[in-house]
């Protein structure tokens, strides 16, 4: 590829501003670019503190009974493990990163509609994420993540506070997610049409929408939680006459949209990938770009699979369970024209292609697992035992955690114009593969033999797959911070990335590594498809 | 002027959040007051279904499973209890045997018939045989029950159809001590057995505050207005949702090549 387009690693967007200091040329920046670089350190920062968490309580399973914390502080670390993983990190991750920086130049533009307004939601994003780790200090809320009522009217800890953060976070959603809405309608370049957007902008736009409809029910739903807390006026809690089960609807309401939140935007980014490394036009394009607005509408009406056994009516029990199994179709015709861009393509083998075989793998075991529990008469069984905690690391981290790892190792050379050590990389991931599975596959095992999740001890007959999960932890933990140490090393060391290291054809690989400021010197003109592959187009 | 003051607004915004307790301690209120620790009065008397009055310190003596019913409850006891019973049922450990299941009954006008009847349903329910002793049904008067239940912190109240009262069970070691309280209406046999195995070792742990169940006797009319509350607010985020496709869509869209 094309090496002489190389400019000086330090120029582009990365480069000095004259009469602005180091950190004001970051902190009050409106460049689209730069406030995705400001995501994604202070994203990894807080998902590496989640994976600490996540470390220590599987090692206080490594014997029974209390080994290096308490009960109670084991609670208080899986609520913000949960915390942390959902709304700090997995949520906001590939839209708040990869979203911001790439979605202005895949379509043509020079920025975002509202450069400052995206600025101000990395503020309420920060803002939002000390409050949260604030709870830390002053006494961590002991709810689980889903702060149910009446629990969460009642207990004395820092439950207001924890509440109030996952608000303001939810503030900051909206307004990217608002701001890709007017920028995917109202700034692409000349002859991009609707059907000639990348599909990683196809599904930022379906996952804006949802931010934007779904988000405000956690918003009231929160305040609500808040003004019972402080006045009292009673419409959780049921010694007031209200009614708990009315804050478990509104709670899932955002919350399983907030999955599609998740897993969309990484879903898009796999869609990149492939057609790449398969050097073909991708199979299904518009079945892909519907399927996501599929996924975000069907996905909307499921959030009451979360209750089954919360006593609501079984005749609504029988409707959630069914749109669960709808759900899957969408998802489905994802990962069929996947497969089917891979047939006869001339595939190359590199590391991003590596992160989506694995993507594609684990997010089927999710997915499939998903069914599994979607089924009402085995979910009653399942409830609240470890099968449900492989099933979403499944889908969270082996889904929308290894989507974004594909997406941070395939836009890692443009978005730092340098090129990582892949053979660290591919090393890495296969440790990362390994680990995953032996980390979260025995809990389906564990699951099924019946083991309750969120407890820090376990019956004697599961020692030996508690064993095993935690080897894979540590593996995981391993390989993930090689991972993230040899790309920081290639941050600042890396051999200079060439502009189209892996001969894509959408316009951010037609622009140099790093990305000028304003992206273009002359708005491009667009006259093909994103996934053109043939000579000479 | 608010900007000079800004920084001290700002600070007392969040300091209001640090220090606010909920408002809504009260002890009769319907709900779990934990007092994981604390031992159950042992000199309380109350009446089994043979009709023989017993102290709850006689009775224990092995880790006990502890649960509230009312006998007239048409709803959340019955689960509760056909849900214990059939996580008795598939646990490894014998009722009986390894601990004692005790279902007390909060309403002083229950007699020990009803009491008999019931354990007759839901031990066959269990489907594993079991004990005569293994699961008892007692019944009590108001002093006996006032004293387990504030002992226990299970707050219910009357109402004109029955009882409000929260579904959550405690277990008990076998010197009557409050080792945790397992909430919701279904159990999963390993957490009994987990929480059991505690009582054995005498290791007082927290309890998982999932979801708590309630059972509430009647369906309060006067919530209408905060459904409508929510129905306006989703209505009209709908509305704008919508308006504001329409506008992206349709108007004020600036011509192809300007792009400044």
């Known amino acids: 590829m094309a090496a002489d387009n190389t400019r000086g690693i330090r120029e582009g967007y990365l480069a000095s501003e004259p009469g602005k200091g180091f950190i004001a040329s970051w902190l009050l920046t409106t460049d689209h670019k730069r406030i995705g670089i400001l995501y994604l350190f202070s994203i990894l920062s807080f998902f590496l503190v989640g994976v600490v968490f996540g470390l220590l309580m599987r090692l206080e399973l490594i014997s029974r009974g209390p080994t290096i914390m308490e009960a109670h502080t084991y609670n208080a670390f899986f609520t913000l493990h949960g915390v942390i993983m959902l709304f700090l990190f997995i949520i906001p991750v590939v839209p708040s990163i990869f979203g911001n920086f790439l979605l202005p130049i895949m379509i043509g533009a020079r920025d975002v509609a509202f450069p400052r307004l995206n600025l101000l939601s990395w503020y309420f994003y920060m803002a939002g994420a000390l409050l949260a780790l604030t709870t830390l200090i ?75 409809i779904a988000t405000p029910i956690l918003g009231v739903n929160l305040l609500l939680v808040m003004a019972e807390r402080f006045f009292g006026i009673g419409v ?42 398969a050097r073909r036009v991708i199979f299904g394009y518009k079945a892909i770009a519907y399927s996501s607005i599929g ?38 015709i994802k990962v ?64 929308a955690g290894f989507g974004m790892l594909a997406a941070l190792h395939y836009w890692f050379p ?31 095992i564990l699951g099924y033999e019946g083991m309750p999740r969120r407890y820090f001890d376990y019956l004697p007959q599961y020692v030996l797959w508690q064993h095993v999960s935690i080897v894979g ?41 790093p990305p000028p400021k304003e992206n273009f010197e002359t708005i491009p003109e667009v006259t093909r498809g994103p996934y053109d592959f043939r000579e000479g187009a | 002027m608010i900007r000079r003051h800004l920084p001290g607004l700002v600070c007392l915004f969040f300091s209001i959040f640090l220090l606010a307790q909920p408002l ?81 009954s909060f309403d002083d006008e229950d007699t020990r018939g009803e009491a008999a009847y019931k354990k007759k349903n839901y031990m066959s329910a269990a489907g594993r045989p079991m004990d005569e002793g293994a699961w008892k049904f007692l019944t009590g008067d108001k002093t006996s029950i006032e004293a387990l239940t504030g002992a226990i912190g299970f707050g219910f109240r009357k109402t004109e159809k029955g009882y409000d009262h929260p579904a959550a069970l405690a277990v008990l070691s076998a010197d009557g001590r409050i080792i945790r309280y397992v909430y919701g209406s279904s159990y999963l046999p390993a957490d009994l057995e987990m929480a059991l195995m505690e009582a054995r070792e005498g290791r007082i742990t927290a309890s998982i505050k999932k979801a708590a169940r309630f059972c509430f006797s009647s369906e309060p009319g006067g919530r209408a207005y905060l459904v409508s509350v929510l129905r306006v607010a989703g209505l009209s985020t709908l509305v704008v949702v919508a308006g504001l496709f329409i506008y992206l869509k349709g108007f004020g869209r600036p011509g192809k090549k300007d792009k400044r």
């Open chain 1, 138 to 212: 002053i006494g961590p809320a002991d709810t689980g993540w889903t702060f149910y009522a009446p629990y969460s009217l009642r207990t004395g800890s820092s439950v207001s506070l924890a509440v109030f953060s996952v608000f303001v976070l939810g503030i900051s959603s909206i307004l990217t997610g608002l701001n890709f809405v007017v920028t995917v309608h109202r700034l692409r370049a000349p002859g991009m049409t609707w059907f000639r957007l990348p599909l990683f902008v196809w599904s930022l736009y379906a996952t804006a929408w949802i931010q934007i």
């Open chain 1, 414 to 444: 443009k978005i730092s114009g340098r090129m990582y050590n892949k053979r660290v990389a591919n090393f890495a991931l296969v440790f990362l593969f390994i680990g995953f599975n032996t980390l979260y596959f025995p809990m389906f």
């Open chain 1, 336 to 399: 069929y024209n996947w497969v089917g861009t891979l047939y006869k393509g001339s595939i190359v083998m590199d590391t991003p292609f590596y992160f989506v075989l694995a993507f594609i793998f684990l997010f089927s075991i999710g997915g499939l697992s998903g069914l599994i529990l979607g089924a009402l008469s085995v979910n009653v069984h399942l409830h609240d035992t470890y099968f449900v905690v492989a099933h979403f690391h499944y889908i969270k981290f082996g889904g």
């Open chain 1, 236 to 277: 959780f809690d049921p010694a007031k006459g209200g009614d708990p089960i009315l804050y478990q609807h509104l709670f899932w309401i955002y919350s399983h949209p907030a999955v599609y939140i998740m897993v969309l935007p990484a879903m898009g980014a796999v869609s990149e990938i492939v057609p790449v490394f």
């Open chain 1, 473 to 513: 932890s540590w593996i995981l933990g391993a390989s993930i911070f090689t991972m993230i140490g040899n790309l920081l090393v290639a941050a600042f060391r890396g051999a200079a990335a060439p502009m189209n290291p892996w001969g894509a054809r959408t316009l951010e690989w037609q622009v140099s590594s």
């Open chain 2, 24 to 104: 809504c301690a009260l002890e009769t209120a319907p709900g779990v007051t934990e007092r994981t620790g604390e031992r159950v009065p042992l000199d309380a008397l109350f009446t089994d279904e043979t009709g023989k009055s017993v102290a709850l310190g006689a009775l224990l003596g092995k880790p006990a499973i502890l649960s509230f019913a009312y006998f007239s409850c048409e709803d959340q006891c019955n689960t509760v209890l056909s849900n214990l019973a059939s996580s008795l049922g598939r646990m490894s450990s014998a009722p009986g045997d390894d601990f004692l299941v005790l279902t007390v």
């Open chain 1, 295 to 332: 996924i975000a509408a069907v996905g909307s009406l499921v959030w009451g699979h979360h209750m089954f056994v919360s006593g609501f009516s079984y005749t609504a029990a029988v409707y959630f369970s069914l749109f669960t199994f709808f759900v899957a179709i969408p998802s489905a």
